[in-house]
């Protein structure tokens, strides 16, 4: 009887352990590879498609050289680029001010609103009635009540400055939005984690420092993430106050040929602002598994 033959040539190599994957496995991760590859080529060129439609469709229209001149000239948008940019510097910085005064109230907020016990009513009654009137008042309304109602009091120890009085109406409304996404990722916290913390000797400002809170923000971190999505945008309301921001600069620029390419600037410096983050957020989603097994890049 001959001798027993040797392991196929064609066969994968085992690994250290002795483990190989089989045949089948093998033809599975090849026809998901193909797919794979096949989506992206599909996709690729319905994209391409699409993008000459659009562009031979508009720029075949009549009105499409006037359109041109006024909101795409390349020429005047380079010449305002600087002026606007600076003025973007100024938003940047506002809403990363802002941003860290909004987490801090926010939080503080929604710690308020879900203290416990007949002693803490006011607390939480006051937070409740915070959250209302401000994510009740529109953010417009509430720029020109502190921008140009305070300041025309002329109280003694006020700051004037109306990029402060901009900022604050920032921080006032966009907080009523934060402490309500805090006191959601608090309020899911099982009530046995609140138990086994204190059973084990921790007090109730450490149950909440040390458990509730490390589970709840990382809970609600992709909705904060999308409300600073919207901060950076909203910042830009500043400008009705006549701070020189990316819009105010903008808008300056218009007013001396009535062309509005430094607007389309503007917004194009805003739009490469945001997609990092935005991008970022949908990173974080995916991780904790709010877009599903299926969540695509986009």
């Not at 498609?49 to 020429?75: E, K």
């Amino acid at each position: 009887m001959s001798d027993q033959a040797g392991p196929d040539a064609a066969s994968p190599a085992p690994s250290d352990n002795g483990w190989r994957p089989s045949s089948l496995q093998l033809e599975r991760a090849a026809y998901r590879r193909q797919r794979t590859l096949r989506s992206g080529l599909i996709a690729g060129i319905s994209t391409v498609v699409l993008l000459a439609l659009v562009v031979v469709g508009i720029g075949s229209t009549p009105g499409w050289p006037r359109v041109r001149a006024t909101f795409f000239d390349f020429d005047r948008g380079l010449e305002a680029l600087p002026v606007v940019a600076q003025g973007l510097w100024l938003n940047i910085r506002v809403m990363l001010v802002c941003a860290v005064l909004i987490v801090l109230l926010g939080l503080t907020l929604a710690i308020m609103r879900t203290l416990r016990g007949p002693i803490f009513f006011p607390l939480r009654m006051f937070a409740a009635a915070y959250t209302d009137v401000f994510r009740g008042l529109p953010l417009l309304l509430v720029i020109f009540l502190l921008g140009f109602g305070v300041p025309a009091l002329q109280l003694r120890g006020l700051p004037n400055q109306a990029v402060i009085w901009g900022g604050a109406a920032l921080v006032l409304t966009y907080s009523s939005y934060v402490a309500e996404v805090f006191r959601a990722g608090i309020e899911s916290i099982h009530p046995s984690q609140r138990a086994a913390a204190r059973s084990l000797g921790l007090s109730h400002r450490q149950t909440l420092r040390f458990v509730v809170l490390p589970q709840a923000v990382r809970r609600v971190l992709p909705p904060l993430l999308n409300d600073f999505v919207s901060l950076q945008k909203d910042s830009g309301l500043i400008a009705v106050l006549g701070v020189i921001d990316a819009i105010r600069a903008a808008q300056l620029e218009t007013a001396e040929d009535f062309n509005f390419t430094p607007y389309v600037v503007a917004g194009l410096l805003f739009v490469a602002l945001t997609i990092p983050l935005t991008r970022l957020t949908d990173w974080v989603a995916r991780r904790q598994g709010w877009y599903g097994g299926g969540g695509g890049v986009v």
